[in-house]
């Protein structure tokens, strides 16, 4: 039975890294998508001379064939070589380390923010389906869904830390606490629209629970409410799950725009910059990385269902 | 247990408590009533059954006296459960009610369990925590299954299975009384049989009270001791089994099972109950029945009747009936054919010329262990009709969509013999009258899309209606505004569409409630008759074999196990298979 | 047996109704932009930026001292018009792909689904900044690119959709009736989807409304001087001290309008829902 489960995972990894090498290609093939000729793109906007434009020729090995060069970028980029920035001419890997701790404590901490407020919401405004808090909560969490972070971010700035002063404006504080504080503002931003989606999905998920079969009997054969909703939640774990893994993603969309709105150091505003600069290398190391992590929480998710879904489980072993 | 009526229940003589005791139940929702006010009495070991056809309001009742009824519909009436009174209206302790007291049992075992949960723990919730194992292992060995099943998960089970541990669950909190909601209507006629007899043993054992729900009044009359038929959320008919199913006193019943096919004799034509049942609300001031019984009189239309003592019976027992004429209903007797009807003769397999020769047959699905079809042969001659029977997971199904080209088989032929092989000349029709015709389209741009596609005029389209029974005007009709058994019939016009020679029908009216289900039985066969059809019908029910065929072929994990004329093989069952099938039978009729 | 249709008659929630008039109030402006703001790009740059109530700029101006309401009536286009072209764009590449991939199977199918898989292994949001910032900067092109990372969700939507309607014994009856696939396809399969297809029309507009007022926003969709909410956002996130209205007026118009259009999708889906079921 191990063996078989083992062997699931790994199919299902096999599958993943076989997607980042399709990515991989794509976000490669980026390089070529920006107007003009790519060694004067990879110089930017340094001293276009001959020599300068023969040197990056060699260095990025441009007159070989596309999959030769594909290939020598993609054996540095696994060791965590991702060349050099065009814009400070520094190492890009380096710059991508000193920029992640910013984004993966505000992702982080929106995350758990929707989490912690979402499913508690969702499963209030199921069992409570139609009446007054089910109303309030489910409109809230369309305006939710619809408003974009980085306009909940400035209405917050405004609000909290212009009109009311409770927060800072900008940037990252000094100190664990201070530093803390300062991503209060931006998590909720980012949050807002998470937690609206967590509410929406979690509502759905234990509504279709609820109108089963199985919790019809539950109450027929006496069960306490307390353990049908146990009965309802654990089965309803399993599309939720699926939709947090989904949610990975639309962080890494939001964190641009929440980073660039609250002047925050991380890799949402560096790709900012990157891609308004034309900075090649850092875009494609900076697609690479959200596609390495959306892939891996993916794969995650999936093979979570081995835990949580017998089904999934049997059906594994059985092939 | 022995078949036939059940005499070994309580005495209803002296001051027994009733286990339940419901006056006036009644439901309604937003569009109006749906159960008009149901006395009900259940005494400790007595088994009920309330019988209905769909809309009847049966499932209401079920759920109403365990508080379970859908968002949107209430119910109001006096419930007294061992002595102790509840208003239904009023907020009921349902929590002190359900487990320990009543408990409901439901139809689907696939559904009503969770499944992601091991079958012990689902078992074991309602008991107390010490010594939850034990008690498990002892509920599960009540209900007869092995004790491992306590690790298993419920998508790893047989559906005869699944439902034992649903009983073991239902039963675990002890209650005195269990409602059985159309308990073995999803599954195969063997089990059902199993599942029964347990649920019977079980009762004994337990001096349970059991309301048992069914559409099935072969399956009442074997099992309960006494019956209550409701029609349109009204209780007609009630009584000791044997009293209502002998002596009906009210029409709907008398008809209700004369609809029922026998499984020992082919009836020339089946007797029917014309028109449909109207929804519960719709009915006032009226017998429900008047428009489809042809002993209503001007009172009948006038005032709905009163449930009252068939008093001129002997050995009065309860027997009460909703009708001003209770006299003069009489069991509808079907007249037997010493020969069968003319149409119904069998050309002898071989003599004439195979339309459809089917040879060694075989399909494997992906994924699964078994193979569906297992060498399969089959000869259908011209005029012929021919059943299929076995149970789910016999291939009965694969066979039929493998004739029709819906699936490909494997390995073996399908030919029709007689000249060139055109696609259209064998057509299906299918089981689920609801989801056969296309919900956007009008009846009439159905048919006609089918008569263009063979290169026949739209104006055909009357004419098509008609051959079906059913008014030219229903041509511009959708197919929701459309009952069941109408849906079937056009889905059967559409098939006649092309001039197909060969119907294939896949279960055509295991959907369809009895009364309907005869009137789609008797179209069959009269189109047959009128149009020289050939029929492949695939069934799981013996008795609607026995009616609609010539031939029969008994299927069996993807094999023909047996084959023959069909009084023959139904007569007198050759293989062991086949007479397991047969003794599952419920045997109001049978039992000759 | 009449089947109770009169409880669809109903008159539509009030929710419905308020997001109907705000859409409309958009598209009014959006369509009447010369008439109704003709003033949206005058720049008093004497004047700077003053707050609101100020003689002849209600709402206050902009660094470039343009009048702030006569630039959000004037943002309404762009709005409004990219968000349908991407809603509508990318859900006819979904139902043509979509119900050829779920009806015929095979190797149409199997492309469509790895196209899907690819494009949806990263934010959406994401690429379009990627690639619009890449590419350029126009405002059809940007559109362009959101039709393009729109499309495989609408792809697997249709896909799933026809899937399930393709083994219904209506669509087998057609089948076996030798009526042509392409006709199945998109007279019987076709009709019975457009329920689920309307509803995510309209979700996409919403989703599109973000995500194009994200690109402006960041400077990537429509021309810096071009009236549109993002871009205003953009510019008022450093007008919070002088002039707050300056991004708060579009950040609630962002909200209000895509607000609408989701609550108008929910209550059209749930309609359609129910006619779906109630048949």
């Not at chain 2, 065929?549 to 023959?564: N, Q």
């Not at chain 3, 292994?121 to 405002?139: H, M, N, T």
């Not at chain 3, 009526?179 to 979700?203: C, Y």
Request: hydrophobic share 50%; glycine share 10%.
């Amino acid at each position: 039975m191990n063996g078989a489960v083992l062997a699931f995972a790994l199919r299902r990894a096999a599958a993943t890294l076989a997607l980042l090498l399709a990515l991989s290609l794509l976000v490669f093939a980026l390089l070529y998508l920006a107007p003009g000729d790519v060694a004067r793109n990879l110089l930017g906007t340094r001293n276009v001379t001959p020599e300068a434009l023969a040197r990056i020729r060699e260095l990025h090995h441009l007159d070989e064939p596309f999959l030769a060069q594909y290939w020598w970028w993609l054996s540095h980029a696994v060791t965590g070589d991702f060349g050099t920035s065009i814009r400070t001419g520094g190492q890009v890997g380096p710059l991508l380390l000193d920029r992640t701790g910013v984004t993966a404590a505000t992702a982080g901490l929106a995350f758990l923010l929707s989490v912690l407020a979402g499913v508690p919401a969702g499963i209030a405004t199921a069992v409570r389906r139609g009446r007054p808090l089910d109303r309030v909560i489910v409109a809230a969490s369309v305006v939710g869904v619809s408003a974009p972070g980085f306009a909940v971010g400035l209405i917050l700035l405004y609000v909290f830390a212009l009109g009311l002063g409770w927060f800072p404006v900008y940037g990252t504080g000094e100190g664990f606490l201070d530093a803390l504080w300062h991503l209060v503002l931006p998590a909720v931003a980012l949050a807002f629209g998470l937690g609206a989606f967590v509410v929406k999905l979690t509502r759905a998920a234990v509504i279709r629970e609820l109108d089963q079969d199985y919790v019809t009997f539950a109450r027929g054969r006496g069960l306490s409410e307390r353990r049908v909703l146990r009965l309802v939640l654990r089965n309803a774990a399993i599309p939720i799950v699926t939709s947090l893994g989904l949610m990975v993603a639309y962080l890494f969309g939001g964190t641009v725009l929440i980073e660039v709105t609250f002047a925050l150091p991380g890799l949402g505003s560096l790709m900012e910059e990157s891609v308004l600069f034309k900075d090649i290398p850092v875009v494609q190391a900076l697609t690479l990385v959200v596609a390495l992590v959306v892939s891996v929480t993916a794969l995650a998710v999936d093979l979570s269902y081995l835990a949580i879904d017998p089904r999934v489980r049997a059906r594994a072993v059985r092939r | 247990m022995t078949e036939g009526p059940v005499t070994e229940g309580p005495v209803t003589e002296g001051p027994v408590t009733p286990l339940l005791d419901a006056r006036d139940v009644r439901v309604t929702s937003a569009a109006g009533v749906l159960v008009a006010g149901i006395d009900l009495t259940v005494a400790p070991g007595e088994t009920v059954a309330i019988v209905g056809e769909s809309g009847s309001g049966k499932s209401m009742t079920a759920r109403a006296l365990t508080g379970l009824l859908p968002e949107g519909v209430h119910a109001t009436g006096r419930l007294e459960l061992s002595g102790q009174a509840y208003d239904l209206a009023a907020r009921t302790p349902w929590q002190r009610i359900r487990g320990s007291q009543i408990a409901l049992l439901l139809q689907d075992p696939f559904t009503s369990l969770s499944p992601v949960h091991r079958c012990g723990e689902q078992i074991g919730w309602a008991l107390p925590r010490a010594g939850r194992a034990a008690g498990v292992a002892r509920l599960l060995a009540e209900v007869g299954l092995p004790s491992e099943v306590a690790g298993r998960y419920p998508f790893q089970l047989s559906g005869g299975m699944r439902q034992r541990v649903a009983i073991a669950a239902a039963l675990a909190a002890g209650p005195g009384l269990l409602i059985a909601d159309e308990p073995t209507t999803a599954l195969d006629v063997t089990t059902q049989h199993e599942v029964l007899e347990l649920v019977a043993g079980l009762q004994r054992a337990r001096r349970m009270g059991l309301i048992l729900i069914t559409h099935d009044l072969r399956l009442a009359r074997a099992r309960a001791d006494r019956i209550m038929v409701m029609y349109a959320g009204r209780l007609v008919e009630e009584g000791p089994a044997a009293e209502v199913m002998d002596r009906p006193a009210h029409p709907y019943t008398a008809r209700l099972a004369a609809c029922d096919p026998p499984v020992t004799h082919r009836l020339p034509a089946l007797p029917t109950i014309p028109g449909s049942v109207p929804r519960p609300y719709a009915v006032s001031d009226a017998c429900a029945f008047a428009d489809r019984c042809d002993l209503a009189v001007e009172a009948c239309r006038t005032a709905e009747p009163v449930l009252a003592e068939v008093a001129h019976r002997p050995g009065n027992s309860g027997h009460r009936a909703a009708c001003v004429r209770p006299s003069d209903v009489r069991p509808v007797a079907a007249p037997l054919l010493a020969v069968p009807p003319a149409a119904a003769v069998p050309p002898e397999a071989g003599l004439s010329p195979a339309l459809l020769t089917v040879r060694g047959l075989t399909k494997r699905f992906p994924g699964s262990a078994a193979p569906a079809l297992d060498g399969v042969d089959l000869e259908v001659a011209a005029g012929e009709a021919v059943a299929v029977v076995g149970e789910s997971g016999s291939g009965k199904t694969t066979l039929a969509r493998c004739v029709v080209g819906l699936e490909r088989a494997d390995g073996g032929s399908v030919e029709f013999g007689g000249g060139a092989t055109g696609p259209r000349r064998v057509q299906y029709v299918f089981q689920d009258p609801y989801s056969a015709l296309n919900p956007g389209l009008t009846v009439g741009a159905s048919l006609a899309e089918a008569l263009k596609a063979a290169g026949r005029p739209r104006s055909e389209v009357s004419g098509l209606l008609d051959l079906v029974g059913l008014p030219a005007a229903y041509a511009r009709r959708r197919p929701r505004a459309l009952s069941g058994g109408e849906r079937q019939r056009v889905a059967i016009a559409r098939a006649l569409a092309p001039g197909a020679e060969v119907l294939v029908c896949d279960e055509p009216v295991s959907a369809l409630d009895v009364s309907v289900q005869a009137q789609v039985l008797n179209l069959l066969s009269n189109l047959r008759r009128d149009l020289g059809l050939t029929l492949l019908f695939i069934t799981h029910d013996l008795a609607v074999a026995r009616q609609v065929a010539d031939r029969v072929y008994v299927m069996h994990r993807g094999r023909v196990v047996e084959t023959g004329p069909v009084g023959g093989v139904l007569g007198a069952p050759a293989h062991e298979y086949t007479q397991r099938l047969l003794a599952s039978v419920p045997a109001a009729t049978r039992a000759e | 047996m009449k089947p109770v249709k009169r409880r669809m008659k109903r008159r539509p929630p009030v929710v419905a109704i308020l997001s109907a008039v705000v859409l409309a109030a958009v598209a009014v402006c959006a369509a009447g932009r010369e008439l109704l703001a003709p003033h949206a790009l005058d720049q008093d740059v004497y004047l700077g930026v003053v707050g609101a109530g100020v003689e002849g700029h209600l709402l206050g101006t902009d660094q470039l001292g343009r009048d702030i309401l006569q630039l959000s009536l004037a943002g309404a286009r762009s709005a409004l018009a990219g968000p349908i072209v991407v809603a509508v764009g990318s859900m006819v590449i979904g139902v043509l792909l979509g119900t050829f991939a779920g009806y015929r199977g095979g190797i149409v199918d199997m492309l469509a689904g790895r196209y899907a898989d690819l494009l949806l292994a990263l934010p959406s949001v994401l690429l379009a900044i990627v690639v619009a910032g890449l590419v350029g900067r126009g405002y059809w092109v940007t559109v362009a690119v959101l039709i393009v990372l729109f499309s495989p969700s609408d792809v697997r939507l249709v896909r799933g959709a026809v899937m399930e309607q393709t083994p219904r014994p209506y669509i087998e009856s057609a089948r076996i009736l030798g009526i042509r696939p392409t006709r199945i396809m998109f007279r019987h399969i076709a009709p019975n989807i457009v329920p689920i297809v309307v509803a995510n029309l309209l979700l996409n507009v919403a989703f599109a409304l973000v995500a194009l007022s994200s690109l402006s926003y960041l400077g990537l969709g429509v021309p810096p001087g071009a009236p549109d909410w993002g871009r205003q956002l953009a510019d008022g996130r450093a007008l919070l001290g002088d002039n707050p209205l300056a991004a708060v007026v579009p950040g609630v118009l962002i909200i209000l309008t895509a607000t609408a259009v989701n609550l108008l999708g929910d209550w059209l889906s749930e309609l359609l829902d129910r006619r779906v079921v109630a048949r």
